[in-house]
T-cell receptor
Framework: DAGITQSPRHKVTETGTPVTLRCHQTENHRYMYWYRQDPGHGLRLIHYSYGVKDTDKGEVSDGYSVSRSKTEDFLLTLESATSSQTSVYFC???????????FGEGSWLTVV | AQSVTQLGSHVSVSEGALVLLRCNYSSSVPPYLFWYVQYPNQGLQLLLKYTTGATLVKGINGFEAEFKKSETSFHLTKPSAHMSDAAEYFCAVSSSGAGNQFYFGTGTSLTVIP
């Protein structure tokens, strides 16, 4: 367990509003990831980070941005939420290549 | 580029029967391979992983998987299904490279019939 905390766990927001999800880890893991999970698509990588201020895009990054100003925190921002971004968002971390990736409990986001 | 294909989005087995969940991967470099399980409304938990060494990997709850490089496969098995095995199972591949990205399959939902 990498001590991953996601907040908020549940949120309902309106179309066009910005939303920020927070991931906090206590294990000093280098790598952090944001995934979204949708039926029929499994988990798809949105953005990832390989160090403080080092981030890169995943396969479904459009409409999302991230920031990592501290090792322990990785923020995911939906700049202008759309209904297609209704999903379950998971944060994950790992220490180094080949290591187990650990997941948070998920954040359920509904955009109405 | 890396990718994972899980054959069968839904698998049903009788309690006590063999469980076989299929995973094929694509990777241009030696892969690290993982199986995760997800119970309803929870995050993913590691079942087992292959990094190097022995190709038959044993995990928790009686599950095991065999890395077959020639077939680019990493199928998950359990000799005897239990009701508590009902869950969603995900295969994943990663490698040591920029970002250490993990790629997941679309998942297989396992139903265990009493």
């Amino acid at each position: 367990d990498a001590g991953i905390t996601q907040s908020p766990r549940h949120k309902v927001t309106e179309t066009g509003t910005p939303v920020t999800l927070r991931c906090h880890q206590t294990e000093n893991h280098r790598y952090m990831y944001w995934y979204r999970q949708d039926p029929g698509h499994g988990l798809r990588l949105i953005h990832y980070s390989y160090g403080v201020k080092d981030t890169d895009k995943g396969e479904v990054s459009d409409g999302y941005s991230v920031s990592r100003s501290k090792t322990e925190d990785f923020l995911l921002t939906l700049e202008s939420a759309t209904s297609s971004q209704t999903s379950v968002y998971f944060c994950a971390t790992t220490l180094e290549a080949g290591n187990t990736i650990y997941f948070g409990e998920g954040s359920w986001l509904t955009v109405v | 580029a890396q990718s994972v294909t899980q054959l069968g989005s839904h698998v049903s087995v009788s309690e006590g029967a063999l469980v076989l969940l299929r995973c094929n991967y694509s990777s241009s470099v030696p892969p690290y391979l993982f199986w995760y399980v997800q119970y309803p409304n929870q995050g993913l938990q590691l079942l087992l992983k292959y990094t190097t060494g022995a190709t038959l990997v044993k995990g928790i709850n009686g599950f095991e998987a065999e890395f077959k490089k020639s077939e680019t496969s990493f199928h998950l098995t359990k000799p005897s299904a239990h009701m508590s095995d009902a869950a969603e199972y995900f295969c994943a591949v990663s490698s040591s490279g920029a970002g250490n990205q993990f790629y997941f399959g679309t998942g297989t939902s396992l139903t265990v019939i009493p």
